[in-house]
């Protein structure tokens, strides 16, 4: 079966800093791998996904997130902090049924100034 | 923004009350879910729909039921709401391609 973990449910950096967000998954299949940014009192929004192709993968606001096999990762980075980056971040693995998601736990970000 | 609405955005309600959450899209996608959103516990799904009248469980469904008889509109109904059911519910919609959009949410409360 599919899962899902986020290591740290909290993570804070400083404004400037590198963000690192870190997703472990585990799948029966060859995944399909999502990250969403969630920002108080809003629903999810999809930040960035990897399907098939290459994999380092690009999404908005600055983040990328690389598909490494060998360490069934999916990390979501960016290189600089911003305040607006605030938010709580859920990393996702398609199901082996079609269309189901399976998410992790969140990580929530805070962005010192 | 995916055409997703969600009503109503707020509700309290009595233990052992009705309660009946509705989902709209105008995007006419196939695929429709609802999930409750939990500290410590990130999103689980309830129950989605692969079609119109054609629906399945997801992995915390006992206390709630469903129901979709237009593309359009997804129900979520609990039957006799308890304390446990207290939560922020998301409705989303996906068409074939895996990723989903979600709805504003609704915040339940249950006294």
């Known amino acids: 079966a599919q899962s899902v973990t986020q290591l740290g449910s909290h993570v804070s950096v400083s404004e400037g800093a590198l963000v690192l967000l870190r997703c472990n998954y585990s799948s029966s299949v060859p995944p399909y791998l999502f990250w969403y940014v969630q920002y108080p009192n809003q629903g999810l929004q999809l930040l960035l996904k990897?399907?098939?192709?290459?994999?380092l993968v690009k999404g908005i606001n600055g983040f990328e997130a690389e598909f490494k096999k060998s360490e069934t990762s999916f990390h979501l980075t960016k290189p600089s902090a911003h305040m607006s980056d605030a938010a709580e971040y859920f990393c996702a693995v398609s199901g082996d049924n079609t269309d189901k998601l399976i998410f992790g736990t969140g990580t929530r970000l805070q962005v010192f100034p | 923004d995916a055409g997703i609405t969600q009503s109503p955005r707020h509700k309290v309600t009595e233990t052992g009350t009705p309660v009946t959450l509705r989902c709209h899209q105008t995007e006419n996608h196939r695929y429709m879910y609802w999930y409750r959103q939990d500290p410590g516990h990130g999103l689980r799904l309830i129950h989605y729909?692969?079609?119109?009248?054609?629906?399945d469980k997801g992995e915390v469904s006992d206390g709630y039921s469903v129901s979709r008889s237009k593309t359009e509109d997804f129900l979520l109904t609990l039957e006799s709401a308890t304390s446990s059911q207290t939560s922020v519910y998301f409705c989303?919609?996906?068409?074939?391609?895996?990723?989903?959009?979600f709805g504003p949410g609704t915040r339940l409360t249950v006294t």
């Open positions: 989303a919609i996906s068409s074939s391609s895996y990723e989903q959009y």
């Open positions: 990897y399907t098939t192709g290459a994999t």
């Open positions: 729909s692969y079609g119109v009248k054609d629906t």
